[in-house]
């Protein structure tokens, strides 16, 4: 059963990483993401890329606006 493709803009898990991310693109046979915090993009199979919970989406919100809290007073987001 082939793999369901993931809209660009969708939040979801890359499960070999266990890594939150936005669906940025497809090139071939890789689902490009982005971290949720900003920063570069990394591959991962289609077949390793879920979508996020309910609870997974809501610690991305925290997480980005950690983010962007940070980089509006100038401070340096770890």
Known sequence: ????????GTLVVDTERDRLGYVMG???RVVQLRPVTGGREWGV???RV???TDEERQQAM??????LNSAS???VFS
């Open 50 to 52: 879920r979508r996020a």
């Open 26 to 28: 497809h090139l071939g």
């Open 1 to 8: 059963m082939p793999e369901e493709q993931q809209p660009e």
């Open 73 to 75: 007073s100038g401070g």
């Open 62 to 67: 925290r997480e980005r606006t950690r983010a």
């Open 45 to 47: 199979d289609p077949a």
